[in-house]
């Protein structure tokens, strides 16, 4: 991954998890790993996710989370986001907001999205997952999580 430490603000919202209000303060003394996508992305998301939830089988640590931001909120209901990121790991969060609390914490990563109703739906957005450590320092980017166990060593060096 890529050293981002400094480089990005640190880890800071508010939105909805099972219909519950939660923020970033939530997740302060867990490493956490920010990840934006939908639940019926057909292939990116569900193979980020699937190494992602991998690389937590190589940490071995209740302290790390996956942050699973959903940039269809039309869609992706709250409901339906919690069943979609439990199905992966127990430690994976999903995340819904409104338009504009998805629009800032989108822009504060950099990261573009877009959703055109259609016919066809069509939803694209970028695939960047970025790791904050206990404090919510933004420390990692990657745009490859392919080798998890790679992942996974940078992930441990954040939980020590």
Same mark, same amino acid.
């Given at each position: ?37 939908? =639940? ?29 931001? =959903? ?36 822009? =504060? ?35 490859? =999580? ?15």
């Amino acid at each position: 991954m890529t050293d981002i430490s400094g480089g990005m603000p640190r880890l800071k919202f508010h939105m909805t998890s099972g219909g519950k209000p939660v923020s970033a303060e939530d997740f302060r003394g867990k490493v956490v790993a920010l990840y934006f996508g939908f =639940t019926h992305c057909p292939d990116v998301c569900p193979a980020t996710l699937a190494n992602l939830t991998d690389m937590l089988g190589k940490v071995n640590s209740p302290d790390v989370r996956i942050l699973f931001v =959903t940039v269809d909120p039309d869609r992706d209901s709250d409901a339906v986001m919690a069943d979609y990121a439990k199905a992966f790991s127990p430690q994976m969060v999903g995340l819904r907001g409104g338009r504009n609390e998805l629009a800032n914490l989108a822009r =504060t990563y950099r990261i573009a999205y877009g959703v055109k109703k259609g016919p066809p739906y069509e939803v694209n957005h970028s695939n960047a997952v970025y790791f904050f450590d206990r404090e919510g320092k933004t420390r990692l980017v990657t745009t490859d =999580t392919g080798n998890t166990s790679a992942v996974a060593q940078d992930v441990k060096r954040l939980l020590d």
